[in-house]
T-cell receptor, first 118, second 112 residues
Framework: NAGVMQNPRHLVRRRGQEARLRCSPMKGHSHVYWYRQLPEEGLKFMVY????????ESGMPKERFSAEFPKEGPSILRIQQVVRGDSAAYFC????????????????FGEGSRLTVL | SQKIEQNSEALNIQEGKTATLTCNYT??????LQWYRQDPGRGPVFLLL?????KEKRKERLKVTFDTTLKQSLFHITASQPADSATYLCALEEGGYNKLIFGAGTRLAVHP
């Protein structure tokens, strides 16, 4: 059973370009979370999505950032007009359906996408 | 909103000793609390979950306690090994739909 797959693992962009980060959940997982991690800092929640729905985007910057989880295909975190401050590791985590009685809430993380903005 | 505090200083211990890491939270007690391990350049990996009605949980050399009065969880690794060296993250549920927020983590270094 393949784990959470993120790509690209490393991405270099110049200021003003766009970055697209992809996350393919584990089989059977329909809930996706995106986190950002700056060097020597903890994981900061960005957005929580279910298939075709954004449930909570309270951690997303108001501008330039967007996320989607279409019916088919991976979840995508999109950063437009990147700036140096966007340089970070972006982690995707997935889980089975929330609210299930046996659901422990455990998240399964991908290995992250490391964005460097020059 | 909930704040999670973990000791930002690295914990250095000798192989074979017990490592104890602390996680404090500031507001309401969550339904459960989780611990993750993160190695450099890798994604976090789930270790243990403890619910609010559980005082203690064990898994092999790992032990977690949860004190809702003190608003604190302790994470213990007994008979520590150099392979246990990593950053350990504490996470709490927030928002009622299993949204997890994370502490900054504590780096553990186990020396031979």
């Amino acid at each position: 059973n393949a784990g959470v797959m993120q790509n690209p693992r490393h991405l270099v962009r110049r200021r003003g370009q766009e970055a697209r980060l992809r996350c393919s959940p584990m089989k059977g997982h329909s809930h996706v979370y995106w986190y950002r991690q700056l060097p020597e800092e903890g994981l900061k929640f960005m957005v929580y999505l279910q298939k075709e729905n954004i449930i909570d985007e309270s951690g997303m910057p108001k501008e330039r950032f967007s996320a989607e989880f279409p019916k088919e295909g991976p979840s995508i975190l999109r950063i437009q007009q990147v700036v140096r401050g966007d340089s970070a590791a972006y982690f995707c985590a997935t889980k089975t359906g929330a609210g299930v009685a046996t659901n422990t809430g455990e998240l399964f993380f991908g290995e992250g996408s490391r964005l460097t903005v020059l | 909103s909930q704040k999670i505090e973990q000791n930002s200083e690295a914990l250095n211990i000798q192989e074979g000793k017990t490592a104890t890491l602390t996680c404090n939270y500031t507001n309401y007690s969550p339904a459960y609390l989780q611990w993750y391990r993160q190695d450099p350049g890798r994604g976090p990996v789930f270790l243990l979950l403890i619910r609010e009605n559980e005082k203690e949980k064990r898994k092999e050399r790992l032990k977690v306690t949860f004190d809702t009065t003190l608003k604190q969880s302790l994470f213990h690794i007994t008979a520590s090994q150099p392979a246990d060296s990593a950053t350990y993250l504490c996470a709490l549920e927030e928002g009622g739909y299993n949204k997890l927020i994370f502490g900054a983590g504590t780096r553990l270094a186990v020396h031979p």
